[in-house]
């Protein structure tokens, strides 16, 4: 037996999201990537959940522009704008890096805005860091001359499925306060 897709915790929050998008003629981008300097099996994040919640959508092509799973760093640099120097100084997901990153892809793939994540799913973390932890996920959303940014953790521990899940419904509700225009100041 096959779960429910998309999973119904991220239902009510993709109608929204959708809604909004495709009401103001606007369009997403997303960029997932995992905590990739660890050997753990851990280090997932939501690992293209967010981008295929979208993509369930009919019609998704109104809204959706693209979506990049960056699940090494060197496909970061060859899709994200990563430099060497970036790789040699990368320690963990964080508030920064997922900021560049939704900055560079929104602006390589030409949307209103681009939803960018990266956290460590689990079941273990992968050093003694918050960042390195599972249930900790680092967020953002760019659009044209901000980024809102957002470190947190999904209080669930090292299960790995929910925290995936859990990652992608704290982006979309993220990206929905940015396309309302509410929440905190922008932050990078």
């Keep these: ?84 120097e970036h790789t040699k100084n990368y320690n963990g997901p964080n508030a920064e890096v997922v900021s560049g990153l939704a900055k560079n892809v929104r602006e390589r793939l030409g949307s209103t805005y681009c ?26 959303v760019a659009s044209e001359g901000s980024v809102m940014a957002k470190e947190t953790t999904t209080k669930v521990g090292g299960d790995r499925e929910r925290n995936m899940v859990e990652f992608a419904k704290l982006g979309l509700e993220l990206l929905k306060k940015v396309i309302e225009g509410k929440g905190e100041d922008p932050k990078m």
């Design 1 to 84: 037996m096959t779960s429910p897709f998309p999973p119904s915790s991220i239902r009510p929050i993709l109608n929204e999201v959708t809604t909004l998008l495709t009401s103001r003629k606007e369009t997403v981008s997303i960029a997932e990537t995992p905590h990739t300097r660890s050997p753990c099996p851990c280090d997932k994040a939501a690992g293209g959940i967010i981008s295929a919640s979208l993509l369930s959508v009919p019609g998704a092509s109104r809204f959706y522009r693209g979506g990049l799973t960056l699940y090494t760093l060197e496909s970061r640099i060859q899709f994200a704008g990563w430099t060497e």
């Design 115 to 140: 939803l960018a994540e990266s956290g460590t799913a689990g079941p273990a973390g992968s050093g003694k860091e918050l960042n390195r932890q599972p249930d900790f996920v680092a967020l953002a």
